[in-house]
């Protein structure tokens, strides 16, 4: 697999001693580097699948789905107004 890789400079001095002292070359080195690390690995456990049952909640009547983020810009315009009329009567 061909790949780019970033190191960190820590890592490269590492890698580059590896090499001196191997007399390896990079790609060796750093195989072989990564086989020795990742073999002490513990294996991954196998994940259960996520998932999501959904359940029919209804809405309330007089909610029109098409028009709920009418209902949130609605709500958002009460919290400022409400934060707006705190913040006056602190400054006063």
């Not at 990742?38 to 029109?64: N, S, T, W």
């Not at 983020?69 to 709500?75: G, H, K, M, S």
């Amino acid at each position: 697999m061909r790949t780019t890789l970033t190191i960190d400079p820590d890592v490269e001095q590492l890698l580059k001693q590896s090499m001196h002292e191997e007399k390896l070359g990079l790609k060796a080195a750093l195989n072989s580097a990564l086989r020795r690390g990742l073999v002490h690995q513990k294996p991954a456990l196998p994940l259960k699948p996520f998932r999501v049952e959904a359940k029919a909640m209804g809405l309330r009547p007089g909610f029109d789905p098409a028009r709920l983020q009418d209902l949130a810009d609605e709500i958002e315009l009460e919290a400022f107004a409400s934060t707006a009329s705190r913040l006056r009567k602190s400054a006063s």
